[in-house]
């Protein structure tokens, strides 16, 4: 091959694809049914994606929510029965005998006990998810957020059906001795979320029964992302660079694999990133005209600082520079609504 | 501008965001004005980079910074509209019982439940038409036990008793009514557990009602009246409710079954919330009333008699339809 060859836009374009068809037209589209993404268009138009979160953290954030829930409940409730209990006996002593009124009060605080169990076990996921935007106490601790199918945040009708649909999810319930082949007259039950799990894993959004009857997706909501370019310690990167001709123009399918390539490739052995790495690097470096035992992953790193780093960018094409960062600029707060 | 650039100028504007979106926490309207607007104001420049995010040449993992930024902020700022109570009033005694007057799920609930109770009951009360039925549904030992129950009747029970059986009687019924609202979803497994309820109540009510019952049959008349309207009519709007989610994906009418079963379960949700507030009021009496033995017949007979009273005045006075659909809009 020699060197002086031109490779074409078009050329460069078919290189790329064949890495992984990640500049092919679909690739959103398949990029978003492998990893789970979801997309949302915002009423500003813009579309960004969400992560749905799998059965196992959502098991989690459920498990979590019980503890909080009714270990919370049974706290409160054990406070006030000790109060109880030593008001009863300090008067008993004081008066001599036990006053008809603390019969009352009992039977109404075994009363409240009830109806209180009845409305953390029916009420509290709808509460906490009308109340806190999407999230139980479980929820916020596991990073997941319940929102609507369409992106909005979630409202009271949604969250009181997706809780009281659990009881479809958690099914079939199994009485423990059954599983352990007892034969004891006490009863456990254990939901075993069957139902839940087979109906989450027969659809793309991970919607258990709850999540389909209330038009509801659980997602991440955050992980540390970082907007920064990766920095490349060794000093060979912007020497290397330096060889990478001036009038070199990349396509926007090749900027986007050597970007995509420079982030995961702290994933790989270096022998693995070379191995991908060549495929792009070979003929670009036989075309430069860089020796051609150079590492194709030193390579790669090196296009990417060229890339990012040190080349001009295109003029984006809304319009100058200046308007542009005016634009996106927080505008100047003059004519906000009088409070 | 070369790209690190770009990222260099935009950046603070970005964290400023992030921190400030993590400081109002969930609380956007109860923040400061000026805060407000800045964040709403960031929030704009930030979708505009995103957008602009393919011609800038930004890397993914900037781009995936900013959904994620762009993302949590738009949950902020359109976020779930808390309970209004002033439309509250038109959706309960406007809205509701329309909905439940209209129903033709809750009317064939009614059917079926009202059908297989009596039935149930003739067949258990009248011993020469099927021999043993009432034995076969409730077992000869449960028919000696609901017997030896009701042989004695409480006495009269206290205040804090009674507090202490209508916190029962509601986390018990209400509970049941909500599952069985949920398991109607699956409507086969549904209909099972409504007219096996059917037959066994009418099964009891039978035997309970037989002569050679003795003092144990007016005891449990006594007992049963009062809170009766409330608690059956709970439990069929609660599977009538059931029933309407669960047919929707069976019978899509036209929708996709998807959408057909979002849409009804909005609907549905009212009427088994009114279902919840009348197991709710059926507890009250059953806790408070039913078991005041020297509380005249006569008497518990009159709040069945007024309790059927509001149920009529709210599902058929409330209920009845402004306009009949398709017939005329205003005839008078």
């Given at each position: 091959m020699s060197s002086d060859r031109t490779f074409s836009a078009a050329e460069t374009d078919s290189m790329v694809r064949g890495i992984g068809g990640l500049n092919s037209p679909q690739a959103n589209d398949q990029k978003a049914g492998i990893d789970t993404m979801m997309q949302v268009k915002t009423p500003e138009n813009i579309s960004f994606q969400y992560e749905i979160s799998g059965p196992f953290y959502r098991f989690v954030a459920y498990l979590a929510d019980l503890i909080f829930a009714f270990g919370g409940y049974f706290a409160v409730v054990a406070l006030f029965?000790?109060?109880?209990?030593?008001?009863?006996?300090?008067?008993?002593?004081?008066?001599?005998?036990?006053?008809?009124?603390?019969e009352l009060l009992a039977g109404l605080a075994f009363g409240l006990v009830m109806v209180g169990f009845f409305l953390v076990y029916w009420f509290y996921g709808a509460y906490m998810e009308t109340r806190f935007n999407g999230q139980t106490l479980g929820k916020r601790l596991c990073g997941i957020r319940v929102i609507s199918v369409d992106g909005h945040a979630i409202d009271g009708v949604q969250a009181t059906l997706r809780n009281f649909f659990r009881f479809l999810d958690i099914m079939p319930i199994v009485p423990l001795q059954m599983l352990l082949g007892l034969e004891s007259q006490v009863l456990f039950a254990i939901p075993t979320f069957l139902i839940g799990l087979v109906v989450m894993s027969l659809n793309r959004k991970f919607q258990r029964v709850g999540d389909l009857v209330a038009g509801t997706v659980v997602i991440f909501e955050e992980k540390k992302y970082r907007p920064d370019l990766i920095e490349f310690e060794?000093?060979?990167?912007?020497?290397?660079?330096?060889?990478?001709?001036?009038?070199?123009?990349?396509?926007?399918?090749?900027?986007?694999?050597?970007?995509?390539?420079?982030?995961?490739?702290?994933?790989?052995?270096?022998?693995?990133?070379?191995?991908?790495?060549?495929?792009?690097?070979?003929?670009?470096?036989?075309?430069?005209g860089i020796a051609a035992n150079t590492d194709p992953d030193l390579f790669m790193c090196s296009?990417?600082?060229?890339?990012?780093?040190?080349?001009?960018?295109?003029?984006?094409?809304?319009?100058s520079e200046k308007q542009l960062v005016e634009l996106s600029l927080p505008a100047p707060v003059e004519n906000r609504i009088e409070q | 501008m070369k790209v690190a650039e770009l990222i260099k100028l935009r950046s603070p504007f970005w964290k400023e965001l992030?921190?400030?979106?993590?400081?109002m926490g969930g609380r956007l309207s109860k923040a400061a004005p000026d805060d407000v607007s800045r964040f709403a104001t960031l929030y704009r420049a930030a979708c505009a980079d995103l957008a602009l995010a393919e011609s800038y040449q930004l890397p993914p993992q900037t781009v995936e910074y900013l959904h994620r930024l762009v993302g949590r902020a738009h949950n902020q700022l359109y976020r779930s509209q808390s309970y209004q109570f002033k439309s509250w009033t038109k959706r309960i005694f406007s809205d509701t019982p329309r909905l439940i007057f209209n129903d033709p799920y809750i009317q064939i609930v009614t059917v079926i439940f009202?059908?297989?109770?009596?039935?149930?009951?003739?067949?258990?009360?009248?011993?020469?038409?099927?021999?043993?039925?009432?034995?076969?549904?409730?077992?000869?030992?449960?028919l000696d036990q609901l017997r030896g129950s009701y042989s004695q009747f409480g006495g009269n029970r206290g205040i804090g008793s009674g507090a202490f059986m209508m916190g029962y009687y509601i986390q018990n019924n209400a509970t049941i009514g909500l599952q069985c609202f949920v398991m109607m979803l699956m409507v086969i497994p549904g209909f099972v557990v409504l007219s096996y309820n059917a037959i066994y109540l009418g099964a009891v009510f039978g035997f309970m009602f037989r002569h050679d019952s003795g003092a144990a049959s007016e005891n449990f008349q006594n007992f049963v009246t009062a809170h009766g309207p409330f608690e059956l009519t709970a439990i069929i709007l609660a599977a009538g409710a059931g029933l309407k989610i669960g047919l929707s994906w069976v019978m899509s009418g036209g929708l996709n079954r998807k959408d057909s079963l979002l849409k009804t379960a909005r609907e549905s949700l009212p009427i088994v919330m009114c279902a919840v507030v009348l197991f709710v009021l059926a507890a009250v009496i059953e806790g408070f009333i039913s078991p005041l033995s020297d509380f005249p017949w006569w008497g518990k007979g009159t709040?069945?008699?007024g309790s059927s009273c509001l149920l009529m005045i709210y599902f058929v006075v409330l209920g009845y339809p402004a306009a009949w659909p398709g017939g005329e809009e205003d005839g008078f």
């Amino acid at each position: 091959m020699s060197s002086d060859r031109t490779f074409s836009a078009a050329e460069t374009d078919s290189m790329v694809r064949g890495i992984g068809g990640l500049n092919s037209p679909q690739a959103n589209d398949q990029k978003a049914g492998i990893d789970t993404m979801m997309q949302v268009k915002t009423p500003e138009n813009i579309s960004f994606q969400y992560e749905i979160s799998g059965p196992f953290y959502r098991f989690v954030a459920y498990l979590a929510d019980l503890i909080f829930a009714f270990g919370g409940y049974f706290a409160v409730v054990a406070l006030f029965y000790f109060l109880l209990v030593f008001s009863f006996i300090f008067i008993g002593n004081a008066v001599g005998n036990i006053p008809p009124f603390f019969e009352l009060l009992a039977g109404l605080a075994f009363g409240l006990v009830m109806v209180g169990f009845f409305l953390v076990y029916w009420f509290y996921g709808a509460y906490m998810e009308t109340r806190f935007n999407g999230q139980t106490l479980g929820k916020r601790l596991c990073g997941i957020r319940v929102i609507s199918v369409d992106g909005h945040a979630i409202d009271g009708v949604q969250a009181t059906l997706r809780n009281f649909f659990r009881f479809l999810d958690i099914m079939p319930i199994v009485p423990l001795q059954m599983l352990l082949g007892l034969e004891s007259q006490v009863l456990f039950a254990i939901p075993t979320f069957l139902i839940g799990l087979v109906v989450m894993s027969l659809n793309r959004k991970f919607q258990r029964v709850g999540d389909l009857v209330a038009g509801t997706v659980v997602i991440f909501e955050e992980k540390k992302y970082r907007p920064d370019l990766i920095e490349f310690e060794d000093e060979r990167v912007p020497k290397l660079a330096e060889l990478i001709p001036a009038d070199f123009v990349a396509s926007r399918g090749l900027t986007q694999v050597v970007a995509e390539f420079a982030e995961q490739r702290t994933n790989l052995v270096p022998q693995r990133s070379a191995d991908i790495a060549k495929h792009v690097a070979v003929p670009l470096m036989d075309r430069f005209g860089i020796a051609a035992n150079t590492d194709p992953d030193l390579f790669m790193c090196s296009l990417y600082h060229r890339l990012f780093v040190t080349q001009e960018g295109d003029e984006p094409q809304v319009g100058s520079e200046k308007q542009l960062v005016e634009l996106s600029l927080p505008a100047p707060v003059e004519n906000r609504i009088e409070q | 501008m070369k790209v690190a650039e770009l990222i260099k100028l935009r950046s603070p504007f970005w964290k400023e965001l992030e921190d400030l979106s993590i400081q109002m926490g969930g609380r956007l309207s109860k923040a400061a004005p000026d805060d407000v607007s800045r964040f709403a104001t960031l929030y704009r420049a930030a979708c505009a980079d995103l957008a602009l995010a393919e011609s800038y040449q930004l890397p993914p993992q900037t781009v995936e910074y900013l959904h994620r930024l762009v993302g949590r902020a738009h949950n902020q700022l359109y976020r779930s509209q808390s309970y209004q109570f002033k439309s509250w009033t038109k959706r309960i005694f406007s809205d509701t019982p329309r909905l439940i007057f209209n129903d033709p799920y809750i009317q064939i609930v009614t059917v079926i439940f009202w059908g297989l109770f009596l039935i149930a009951g003739y067949l258990s009360y009248n011993t020469d038409v099927w021999p043993g039925f009432s034995e076969a549904v409730v077992g000869a030992e449960g028919l000696d036990q609901l017997r030896g129950s009701y042989s004695q009747f409480g006495g009269n029970r206290g205040i804090g008793s009674g507090a202490f059986m209508m916190g029962y009687y509601i986390q018990n019924n209400a509970t049941i009514g909500l599952q069985c609202f949920v398991m109607m979803l699956m409507v086969i497994p549904g209909f099972v557990v409504l007219s096996y309820n059917a037959i066994y109540l009418g099964a009891v009510f039978g035997f309970m009602f037989r002569h050679d019952s003795g003092a144990a049959s007016e005891n449990f008349q006594n007992f049963v009246t009062a809170h009766g309207p409330f608690e059956l009519t709970a439990i069929i709007l609660a599977a009538g409710a059931g029933l309407k989610i669960g047919l929707s994906w069976v019978m899509s009418g036209g929708l996709n079954r998807k959408d057909s079963l979002l849409k009804t379960a909005r609907e549905s949700l009212p009427i088994v919330m009114c279902a919840v507030v009348l197991f709710v009021l059926a507890a009250v009496i059953e806790g408070f009333i039913s078991p005041l033995s020297d509380f005249p017949w006569w008497g518990k007979g009159t709040v069945a008699v007024g309790s059927s009273c509001l149920l009529m005045i709210y599902f058929v006075v409330l209920g009845y339809p402004a306009a009949w659909p398709g017939g005329e809009e205003d005839g008078f």
